[in-house]
């Protein structure tokens, strides 16, 4: 696995989670000092021909980002959309890799139909291609699920999918009552 392949689990200033980043990405904020790092992911180290710098695996922002409603009216993401329909088609019911998804919108865009997550199912390549740009009903295609707004605690379900990996990670995603790290003061 090449070292820029991972996430690396972003905490607000109050050690609250926010989500993850690549590799490459927490690096340049680590460079950046727009971040400190709090926990390193073992041996690993990137290198370049004149410096070596060890992989972060848990950074946490130097100011504090209010996000609160920033998340009430976050935007659709592809994943999530994924995440809510397990990985499965929902016109067949393959389960599959998120490779071979795609999203469909179920009232299609040439007629008008919006890009929210109510107008939108996992399919995989062939049933999408199968649908077109028709309903599902002209289709003869039924939905096997009723599609729903996302859920609220889906993030935190991602960042949980993430850490049954990742062992550093559970004392800060509370994970089966592990509490919160002590806060340090900034330097």
């Not at 009903?137 to 039924?142: D, G, I």
């Not at 990742?166 to 900034?186: F, T």
Request: hydrophobic share 35%; aromatic share 6%.
């Amino acid at each position: 696995m090449s070292t820029l392949n991972g996430r690396v689990l972003l905490l607000n200033f109050s050690y609250e989670p926010l989500g993850t980043v690549g590799v490459a990405r927490a690096m340049c904020l680590v460079i950046r000092g727009v971040v400190s790092v709090e926990e390193f992911d073992g041996a690993r180290v990137l290198r370049s021909p004149r410096a070596e710098f060890r992989v972060p695996s848990v950074v946490r922002l130097r100011r504090y980002v209010n996000v609160r409603r920033r998340r009430q009216t976050a935007s659709m993401k592809r994943l999530r959309i994924f995440v809510r329909d397990r990985f499965r088609c929902q016109y067949c019911g393959q389960k599959r890799g998120a490779a071979e998804l795609t999203l469909d919108h179920i009232t299609p865009r040439s007629r008008e139909g919006r890009s929210t997550p109510e107008n939108l199912a996992t399919a995989c390549v062939s049933c999408n291609t199968r649908k077109g740009s028709r309903t599902p009903e002209e289709a003869r295609m039924p939905l096997l699920t009723t599609q729903r707004p996302l859920g609220i605690g889906l993030e935190h379900l991602l960042l949980c999918h993430y850490a049954e990996s990742r062992p550093a990670w559970r004392k800060y995603l509370d994970i089966e009552g592990v509490p919160l790290p002590e806060r340090r003061e900034s330097a």
